[in-house]
């Protein structure tokens, strides 16, 4: 059994009185501790893709299957609680609380761990995982020093290893991350993906990647191609690359 | 971690929630210190009525006998009842003082509070005399009080000094306005002490099912009304009457002072809370609209939605709360005191403390409540999508014409009124706020100018247009009237008695002032719209407040007798006159003759200095000055102004509050067009002007909205007189002006202020992203 897998999903939306599709037909399947890259052009439907994965919305048809549970017709609180016990989110735009500072934004997730709703599934399937403590999180990031800056005292590449910090505090069994080194320079976007795959293959946690860049399918275990809401194609990477030979 | 995002949330846009903070506090500050002070009112009231029991009847009539006494005790539903003799005496000091006399021949109703020496025994010699005459006077215990009581002079050591329920509040005459307690008083002695053949005139009674607290009901009133009606058919109907704490003066004038206070604390509070709770919708609505993109972040990360929700609501409950207590702790311990301890002037209890009363809790869960709900309110609609929609920056508003911007008008409008016009219309509830916050600014404005108008005519009114004499001349008690006469002649002045009497319309009886007339030129009358008219010479005509809570109108019969007299006549209101502080019934001379009654006038009115002259003229009891008359005023007038201050201090604070909030909200707002004029090439100058249009046009709004509704709380605030009083709230031109000009000044002010900020706007930065 697939540890994530996507049977006909769709995303319709009305704009006025058209139908839009930004998901049609869409058939994947993800195994537990890969690193995957979405790959594909603006409006191809990849953060259509990355939504669905996360429980960040619900299709309008299909299925989708996580860890064998069809997480596509689940409520509002249900899906919460999934977020809350499986996904870790990286943004582009690190979408760190400003008002925090790197410290006490890693540490809101233990806020919401203790408010999500009790006795979930996930729950169940999570025994024994529990948040990691932020100092320790930042510090694997290499942001030991910076715990009590706030966000617009650190540069981007740090505002963006606290988002990682922040996702990987929760030990989330799924790392979604959109465009992670968009808004960053070479250097530190490379800094960043070596984070990310260090999560993939040390502690098997499943990393899903959306991206435009296709130097990054390098680094990936699965490769999705998207276009115009359809997956075009779906490789392996025989010959995996570390993070430190890619180049853009 | 959403706690400290809060505070520093809270921190960052301080100014917008600093108004949402001080309204909240200034609501509750305003309610809690008023409130507290009128329920320290009640409570001490009603306890200071409890412990000396208060009649629940008294019965006046000619003679009464320890006959009637039984008559009445035997009545089911009296509890107690006792009789007395209740007469206007004079006290032989430096200069003779009034002094009513009771003597008694038990003290179980109606009891002294005694301040000092010993309490009274029935069959003891003595007199027993209020604290402030003790205290005016400098009278004590063990002195000789030389006394007159009609024509005779007696004297009696003075064995005490007290407090007494039923002088709580009490004038020396119909035509005073304002107590002066220490210039005239009360005493009580034993009936053995009465210097002549003692014939009762008063019979008190306490009643079952009628307590002392919190004002009458209307079961209580209705038991006082049936018994009153019982005791009069018991002995004689047309001999007496009976009349309820409601128809005394005493009971009566404190216990609306009370309840007008009550009323009071209500309207002020409901401004502020309205404005916070604009407040909150402006601010909140924004505030989440700004922070889309981390509540998105929140919901991607796996907060709940009821988490969030209570994070936003949490901001104004956090406020709401901090701000109601402290408001409520500073408001008991500032307003509620201040009050309270200028109505000591005015009221005498032994004991007045402000008490915090379950209302003030009330008030706080309430404003508490409202604003937390609106705030949550406001955030819902960031709130309710998914998470991957609320991480998207908004859509923009799908914009559409108005009506003006479609009218042929529209093109002829400058660019500056043009963008004015359009930001008004799609920023409503901001310049709602702005238009409320000048509204209430200016109401309050308004009614702190409207009440010292109102103070000042009211002076005006009575001795300018009532009454133009100069100088009133009080004569001695039963000065014959062939004296009273002579001294009309000299001094070329008009006689007038006052007395009172009971008047009945529909079985609904009520005591008033009875005003008799002689021919002169120095009385006269006002209707209802304050035009001077003649009264009828051969009607009787009543006063606007008494025919209003009878119920009846021009025209219209009512049965009415002097006091102490068993007559009753039926006549009907021949006019309708308005008089500020003595409601009752007026006539002339000659028809009062008609009826079979002796002219015995108290007072003459005159326009001749006959003070001197009169100084020790046995038949005169004084001369007092209209000047003299007038300081009666003071103690009233600087309880006014004290509530003007406090008007004037709500009035600024709101207004700068919300206006600085609504500016710099709207500055940032604007701060990317404003960029953009400038790199188009606007002067700075140019855009401050344009922002003060759009802040004239609101003011401008908020005021002309404003004042009337300044008309409305000022004459809401006078409409809530006790029964003998009939305030006309009264609205100078200048008042008016002050208003306008007062608030446009605060307007403008903090908008220039504000509008220098348009210097820093930087281009390049603005543009950016």
Redesign the interface.
């Known amino acids: 059994m697939p540890f994530i897998e996507f049977k006909n999903v769709e995303r319709r939306y009305m704009l006025g009185t058209n139908e839009f599709y930004a998901l049609k037909s869409v058939d994947l399947e993800i195994e537990e501790g890969e690193m995957v890259v979405i790959l594909g052009p603006s409006g191809a439907g990849k953060?259509?893709l990355l939504?669905l994965l996360?429980g960040?919305?619900?299709p309008t048809g299909g299925e989708i299957l996580f860890n064998g549970h069809d997480i596509s017709n689940f409520k509002?609180?249900e899906l919460?609680?999934y977020?809350?016990?499986n996904?870790g989110?990286v943004?582009q735009f690190y979408?760190l609380?400003?008002?925090?500072t790197a410290y006490?934004?890693v540490?809101?997730?233990?806020?919401?761990?203790r408010?999500?709703?009790k006795g979930s599934i996930w729950e169940k399937e999570s025994e024994g995982v529990e948040v990691m403590d932020p100092a320790l999180a930042l510090s694997s990031v290499g942001l030991s020093e910076h715990m009590n800056q706030f966000p617009s005292q650190m540069s981007g590449g740090e505002q963006q290893r606290t988002s990682i910090a922040?996702a990987l505090a929760?030990n989330p069994r799924l790392l979604l991350c959109d465009e992670p080194t968009g808004a960053l320079d070479t250097g530190t976007g490379k800094e960043v993906l070596k984070l990310l795959q260090q999560e993939s293959r040390k502690n098997r946690h499943t990393v899903v990647m959306v991206t435009h860049n296709s130097f990054f399918a390098d680094i990936a275990d699965r490769v999705i191609r998207v276009k115009n809401g359809t997956v075009q194609s779906v490789e392996i990477n025989e010959s995996v690359k570390d993070a430190e030979e890619v180049y853009w | 971690m959403l706690f400290r995002k809060m505070i520093r949330d809270l921190l960052q846009s301080k100014v917008q929630f600093l108004s949402i903070f001080l309204m909240s506090f200034l609501g509750i500050f305003v309610f809690a210190g008023l409130d507290s002070e009128a329920s320290g009112m009640a409570l001490y009231e009603s306890k200071y009525y409890e412990k000396t029991d208060l009649p629940d009847l008294w019965v006046q009539g000619k003679e009464f006998k320890d006959y009637d006494l039984k008559v009445i005790r035997s009545l089911p539903g009296v509890k107690k009842s006792e009789k007395r003799i209740q007469k206007d005496g004079k006290a032989l000091l430096k200069e003779e003082t009034d002094l009513q006399m009771n003597f008694i021949e038990s003290n179980d109703i109606g009891k002294m509070l005694i301040v000092s020496g010993e309490p009274y025994n029935p069959g003891e010699s003595g007199v027993w005399i209020d604290f402030k005459l003790a205290e005016k006077q400098g009278l004590s215990t063990g002195d000789i009080l030389k006394m007159k009581l009609e024509g005779t002079e007696f004297e009696e050591e003075i064995r005490g000094t007290f407090y007494h329920p039923e002088y709580v509040y009490f004038l020396p005459d119909a035509a005073a306005m304002m107590p002066d307690y220490g210039s005239y008083g009360e005493a009580f002695m034993d009936i053995e002490e009465y210097p002549m053949e003692p014939a009762f005139n008063q019979i008190i009674v306490d009643l079952e099912g009628v307590d002392n607290t919190g004002g009458l009901s209307d079961k209580e009133k209705d038991i006082c009304r049936r018994m009153g009606d019982a005791i009069a058919s018991a002995l004689d109907s047309d001999r007496i009457v009976a009349t309820d704490k409601d128809s005394q003066l005493s009971y009566q004038t404190f216990h609306a002072e009370i309840e007008q206070h009550q009323s009071m604390t209500y309207m002020f509070p409901a401004v502020f809370l309205l404005i916070a709770i604009l407040g909150i919708i402006t601010t909140m609505t924004r505030m989440t609209s700004r922070q889309r993109i981390q509540i998105g972040t929140l919901k991607a990360l796996g907060f709940t939605k009821k988490t969030i929700t209570i994070h936003y609501a949490s901001y104004s409950f956090f406020l709401s709360l901090t701000g109601g207590i402290m408001g409520a702790l500073l408001g008991y311990n500032t307003i509620a005191e201040l009050i309270i301890g200028m109505q000591g002037s005015a009221y005498l209890v032994p004991e007045m403390k402000t008490a915090f009363s379950v209302r003030a809790y009330g008030a706080i869960i309430v404003s508490v409540a409202v604003s937390t709900l609106v705030s949550f309110l406001s955030c819902r609609k960031e709130l309710a999508p998914a998470p991957s929609e609320t991480l998207r920056p908004a859509s923009p508003k799908n914009l559409k014409h108005s009506l003006i911007e479609k009218s042929r008008l529209w093109m002829k409008l400058d660019f500056a009124t043009q963008w004015n016009i359009r930001d008004i219309m799609r920023n409503k509830v901001r310049s709602a706020m702005g238009i409320f916050g000048v509204l209430g600014c200016s109401m309050l404005l308004f009614a702190a100018f409207a009440c010292l108008d109102t103070m000042d005519f009211l002076s005006t009114w009575m001795y300018g247009e009532l009454n133009t004499s100069s100088y009133q001349i009080i004569m001695e008690n039963d000065t014959p009237y062939s004296v009273t006469e002579e001294y009309a002649k000299k001094y070329r002045g008009q006689m007038v008695q006052n007395g009172s009497c009971e008047i009945e319309v529909m079985g609904v009886k009520k005591s008033g002032a009875l005003t008799v007339y002689d021919t002169g030129n120095f009385l006269h009358f006002e209707d209802r719209n304050m035009k001077q008219i003649r009264l009828n010479r051969r009607g009787i005509a009543m006063s606007c407040k008494m025919a209003d809570t009878l119920g009846v109108k021009e025209g219209d019969l009512f049965r009415w007798h002097v006091l102490g007299d068993d007559k009753w006549q039926v006549s009907h209101v021949s006019l309708l006159y308005r008089n500020p502080t003595v409601q009752g019934i007026t006539m002339t001379r000659e028809l009062y003759s008609d009826m079979e009654y002796d002219f015995v006038p108290d007072v003459i009115y005159t326009n001749m200095n006959a003070k001197e002259e009169l100084s020790d003229d046995d038949n005169i009891t004084g001369v007092q000055s209209v000047g003299e008359m007038m300081e009666a005023f003071d103690s009233m007038k600087e309880m006014m102004y004290m509530m003007v201050y406090i008007l004037v201090c709500a009035a600024g604070i709101l207004g700068i509050v919300v206006l600085y909030n609504l500016g710099v909200l709207s500055l940032v707002e604007k701060h990317r067009q404003m960029s953009t004029l400038k790199v188009l090439g606007f002067t700075t100058g140019k855009i401050r002007l344009i922002l003060q249009d759009q802040n004239t046009w609101l003011t401008l709004l908020g005021i002309i909205l404003g004042i009337p509704c300044g008309m409305w709380l000022v004459s809401r605030l006078f409409s809530t007189m006790p029964e003998s009083m009939d305030y006309i709230a009264t609205f100078k031109p200048m008042s008016f002006v002050y208003t306008f000009a007062g608030t446009f000044a605060l307007s403008f002010a903090v908008n220039r202020l504000l509008s220098r900020k348009v210097k820093n706007v930087d281009m390049v930065d603005a543009l950016k992203g």
Do not use: Q
């Not at chain 1, 540490?107 to 761990?113: E, H």
């Open positions: 953060s259509t939504n996360g960040m919305d619900s509002d609180d919460t609680a977020r809350a016990w996904v989110v943004f979408n609380i400003p008002t925090l006490e934004n540490a809101l997730m233990k806020d919401v761990r408010n999500v709703k922040r929760k």
